[in-house]
């Protein structure tokens, strides 16, 4: 379902941009109708689909979004700590 929401948005930027250099874009208010429209016709389309289809849709989402928005505590660092400390370069005052 992410990947419908961020192709479709992309999709449409696109649109609007291609619209944008061509000179021909729509006043404001009129993509702002144009986006209400999309807007409603997405909620109809989720309205249509099967109460477990829904359910199972939701519960898919919400699983991603909780995998991606956690936070891995593990360092994914590899470096040692030999290798973090740097070899000197100078004369030895000892």
């Not at 929401?5 to 061509?22: C, K, P, T, V, W």
């Not at 999309?38 to 199972?56: D, F, H, K, N, Y």
Request: no cysteine.
């Amino acid at each position: 379902m992410s990947f419908i929401l961020r192709a479709a948005l992309a999709i449409g930027a696109l649109s609007y941009f291609a619209l944008q250099r061509d000179g021909s874009v729509p006043p404001t208010g009129e993509l702002t109708a144009m986006a209400e429209r999309q807007s409603v016709q997405i909620t109809a389309l989720a309205g249509a689909l099967p109460t477990e289809m829904r359910a199972a849709a939701t519960q898919a989402v919400t699983a991603e979004l909780v995998k991606r928005l956690s936070t891995d505590t593990a360092s994914r660092d590899t470096l040692m700590a030999v290798d973090r400390r740097p070899d000197w370069r100078g004369s030895d005052l000892r």
